[in-house]
């Protein structure tokens, strides 16, 4: 994998970027590419074509990024758990 093409932290964003909310998602693919659509009860709003490189990057990303969730998640259960038995 490129380091160069994984980006950290937070994105450039311009006063001009929009905002979607999604909780629908399908993804599709053939031999060239990954077709990726977010949208709200299965009404489409955004679709994104990647090639597998890029996709198994974005698929990387997402894992480690769940994976720090989840640790984090993890953390504060344990600190409330400390804080009630020293309550």
């Known amino acids: ?3 160069d093409s ?6 450039e964003r311009s006063s001009r970027q929009e905002a979607r909310y999604a909780n629908f998602f399908q993804i ?3 031999a060239a590419e990954f077709l990726l659509e977010f949208g709200q009860r299965k009404a489409i709003h955004t679709r994104i074509y990647l090639s597998p490189h890029h996709a ?3 698929s990387d990303l997402l894992l480690e990024t769940l994976e720090q969730h989840r640790q984090m998640a993890l ?8 804080a009630d038995k020293s309550a």
């Open 6 to 11: 994984i980006r950290r932290g937070p994105p």
């Open 1 to 3: 994998m490129n380091e």
């Open 28 to 30: 599709g693919h053939n």
């Open 75 to 82: 953390e504060a259960v344990e600190h409330a758990k400390a």
């Open 56 to 58: 198994q990057i974005l």
